[in-house]
């Protein structure tokens, strides 16, 4: 029996990983967030892996609030950097495999193709920037930490653009999404999957699989898209229309393009990946 220490566990992913533990009955899953386990603190990290036996770490714990993080800063990096470095010190000092979750947003969203692992990093706003820096925290200190970047993640679990629509096409006769804004949303319960089976494969080979992989659902759409998809499976009336960035200014900004290339995970780890429609569908039955 494996122990997996999930810290962030009340966030989307860690409620996600909940739901499908039944799958993986060879993983005894202990769940931590802020009041149980405070990751900022290396003192705390650290005695709580003195008195468990971890043998790996899923950190979905983050500092998502992405307009909020334009003045929050300090604290942004605090969660996003120095968290990750100091689960990285000490899973590195227990052999304990970690796996971090990243994002889409370290990208600046200029390109045209799908981002690989390998393209330059150039994050637009805070959030983006501390997610970047605790990247590089986690595999520059521990190189068999396996970094996974997502995007646009949504479940039936927290707070989500998908519940946030559902909700305003109940309140409201007509919505203002942008279009200018293309990536690919993911449902947190594929991605909870991806994590746990990832997990299945890394025990003979320790240290083998580290490094940089993208996930998120198939295909490409905008927010406007995505909205539009949602109206429709949530049979709602409300009329949705597309509008620019410029239209609709926020406190950080976007980037215009953040559609990532899946190859590298695909391949090394052997996953189908569904389409983010077929996906959207299965999140809205659950809600």
Same mark, same amino acid.
């Given at each position: 029996m494996k122990n997996i220490l999930i810290t962030g566990a009340n966030g989307q992913l860690g409620q996600?990983?909940?739901?499908?533990?039944?799958? #993986?009955?060879? @993983? %005894?899953? /202990? #769940?931590?967030? @802020? %009041?149980? /386990?405070?990751?900022?603190?290396?003192?705390?990290?650290?005695n709580y892996f003195a008195q468990q036996e971890i043998h790996?770490?899923?950190?979905c714990a983050a500092y998502t609030a992405v307009d909020k993080a334009e003045g929050d800063e300090e604290f942004a990096f605090k969660l996003n950097f120095e968290a990750v470095l100091n689960l990285a010190t000490i899973c590195a000092e227990y052999n304990t495999q970690l796996v971090h979750i990243s994002t889409d947003y370290v990208f600046s969203g200029q390109q045209n193709v799908p981002y690989v692992e390998t393209d330059d990093a150039s994050p637009v706003s805070i959030y983006g920037s501390s997610k970047l820096r605790g990247e590089g925290a986690a595999v520059g200190t521990n190189p068999a930490t396996i970094v996974l970047r997502t995007s646009w993640l949504y479940s039936e679990f927290g707070a989500n653009f998908v519940k946030r629509m559902r909700e305003l096409m109940q309140e409201r006769d007509s919505l203002n999404i942008v279009f200018d804004q293309t990536g690919t949303p993911t449902y947190a319960v594929d991605l909870a999957k991806v994590v746990l089976t990832i997990l299945t494969k890394v025990w003979d080979v320790p240290g083998e699989y580290g490094g940089v992989y993208h996930f998120s659902n198939?295909?490409?759409?905008?927010?406007?898209?995505?909205?539009?998809?949602i109206r429709e499976l949530s049979n709602a009336s409300c009329t949705v229309s597309p509008i620019t960035s410029d239209q609709y200014p926020t406190a950080a900004k976007r980037p215009a393009y953040s559609v990532m290339n899946k190859s590298k995970i695909k391949e090394t780890f052997g996953i189908q990946i569904p389409h983010w429609k077929e996906s959207l569908k299965e999140c809205i039955k659950q809600l």
């Open positions: 996600a990983i909940k739901k499908v533990t039944a799958d #993986y009955p060879g @993983f %005894n899953f /202990l #769940y931590t967030d @802020f %009041n149980e /386990l405070d990751i900022t603190s290396e003192e705390a990290v650290r790996a770490c899923v950190n198939e295909g490409v759409t905008s927010w406007y898209d995505f909205a539009v998809a």
